[in-house]
């Protein structure tokens, strides 16, 4: 198990414009579709994942580090 410094956690993620979100088919979920990092809408809040960290927001992008 890696310790990660929620203060050295960095997730910029690049939209190829402003962020454009597009449902998931079944679910309540929506997906990012115009940037290469993988975003997730879910009950208002965003959600991204790199290198095994998790981010969360309130508005696109992701940029804090889990809870």
Partial sequence: ???????DAKFDPRYQGPPE???IEGT???YAVNTASE???AEGRYYAVQHGVWFVADSPPPISCGR
Avoid: G, W
């Fill in 1 to 7: 198990t890696a310790t990660v410094r929620r203060s």
């Fill in 21 to 23: 979100f597009r449902p």
């Fill in 28 to 30: 309540n979920l929506e």
């Fill in 39 to 41: 975003i997730v809408h």
